[in-house]
Nanobody, 125 residues
């Protein structure tokens, strides 16, 4: 059974950094696509970054150059390093996984079968 647990959220000032973690049980990284999405109040869930099961990565334009997705297979954990944070990055961040997504579909939330509970990130002065 797949279970995803996010951690690492919190409050930070603009320009600051946070690192989110997603502990994934029941997942083998080379068999699953893994992604980060976020959802701000009153907005739709938005793609942030993802790993295809082949190891290829994809980022939303809004976070390119500021966020980095990585993973530690030995620890079954995926990370999202977020630098140069902006107030518009404020959202609940979710980890997602799916076994059958193709590379071109990584950004579509409806493609993912498994979701974590989310962790709040607040960027404010």
């Amino acid at each position: 059974q797949v279970q995803l647990v996010e951690s690492g959220g919190g409050g930070v000032e603009p320009g600051g950094s946070l690192r989110l973690s997603c502990l994934a049980s029941g997942v083998t990284f080379n068999r699953y696509a893994m992604a980060w999405f976020r959802q701000a109040p009153g907005k739709e869930r938005e793609f942030v970054a993802a790993f295809h099961r082949s190891g290829g990565t994809r980022y939303a334009d809004s976070v390119k150059g500021r966020f980095t997705i990585s993973r530690d297979s030995a620890k079954n954990t995926m990370f999202l390093q977020m630098n140069s944070l902006k107030p518009e990055d404020t959202a609940v961040y979710y980890c997602a996984a799916d076994q059958s997504i193709i590379l071109s579909s990584l950004a579509f939330a409806y493609q993912y079968d498994y979701w974590g509970q989310g962790t709040q990130v607040t960027v404010s002065s």
